[in-house]
């Protein structure tokens, strides 16, 4: 278990090397291309998980944008317990925060309405890494692991950059859950 744990590390320092590296340009046109497919896939989904992306991962704000517009979009907030409670947002703008510790936005539970898990249709999910078997490597703490593993009739979709991409199976264990599909731009 140890090496597994040493082998993820390393795959991480790696993936959050080559993610910075990326060009403005390079994330910018990744970002376009992602808006274009995911309003495709969103359009017949009635809601949509999907997340709060930092500088550093592909830019999902204008599908979330769009996706709070028609009154679809989903958020995660990671609680104390490192569980995932999901809220509905609908002004991006107004009721988010920053989790200091994770340095994440995240829906304000004032402002937001929480959301039932068992209703959600589809998930967009962050990765470091996303390989050929459907399966990612997170950042470590195991949230989304937990989360889906509780909600396996979701459909999940790892969204990140094609530089993502490893050709090998990533190391996994038994609380590591595949997704449905991988979109890389």
Not at 13 to 40: D, G, M, P, T, V
Not at 72 to 89: A, C, D, F
Request: aromatic fraction near 10%; charge should be positive.
């Amino acid at each position: 278990m140890e090496s597994l744990t040493a082998n993820k590390d390393l795959l991480r320092k790696e993936a959050l090397k080559i993610r910075k590296n990326l060009s403005i340009s390079r994330k910018n046109a990744a970002s376009k291309a992602a808006l274009q497919k995911l309003q495709e896939i969103t359009s017949s989904y009635r809601n949509v998980l999907s997340f709060a992306s930092t500088n550093e991962e592909i830019n999902l704000w204008p599908i979330n944008i769009f996706l709070a517009m028609q009154k679809k979009l989903l958020l995660p907030r990671m609680e104390k317990n490192k569980e995932l409670s999901i809220y509905q947002v609908e002004d991006i703008k107004n009721t988010l925060i920053k989790n200091s510790k994770i340095n994440i936005l995240e829906p304000n539970p004032t402002f937001c309405k929480k959301f039932n898990p068992h209703d959600i249709f589809c998930a967009f999910i962050p990765g470091l890494i996303f390989d050929n078997f459907h399966h990612r490597l997170g950042y470590g703490m195991g949230c989304y692991d937990r989360f889906l593993g509780k909600f396996p009739y979701i459909k999940t979709i790892g969204i990140g950059f094609y530089e993502q991409k490893k050709q090998e199976k990533i190391p996994t264990n038994t609380f590591d859950i595949a997704l449905d599909e991988i979109l890389l731009f």
